[in-house]
């Protein structure tokens, strides 16, 4: 059932659709298999070089495959940056 508009609102406010009542019954949660890395995390040093490079190192890239030319997403949370390969 649509959204009547509000006073004074845009003409798009009137088509957005209610939202359905939530299930009383919550969905159990997915059961997932491990992939053998939910290890504990493990600590590298590594250093920015004057090109803005960081090597990531030996261990980790032949623990995850990574190869020259992999791209890879870069996210920054807090003090915190994750690579993602992509």
Known sequence: MPVPA????NSHSANIPSVPP?????????KTEP????????????HLSTKGQ???????R???G???GDQFVVVAL?????????
């Open 22 to 30: 939530l299930s009383k019954k919550p969905a159990a949660p997915e």
């Open 6 to 9: 509000a006073p004074g609102g």
């Open 66 to 68: 990574f190869q020259p």
């Open 35 to 46: 992939t053998g890395r939910e290890a504990s995390p493990s600590f590298w040093t590594t």
């Open 78 to 86: 807090n003090d915190l940056v994750f690579l993602k390969r992509v």
């Open 62 to 64: 032949k623990d995850f």
């Open 54 to 60: 960081v090597v990531i190192p030996e261990q980790i």
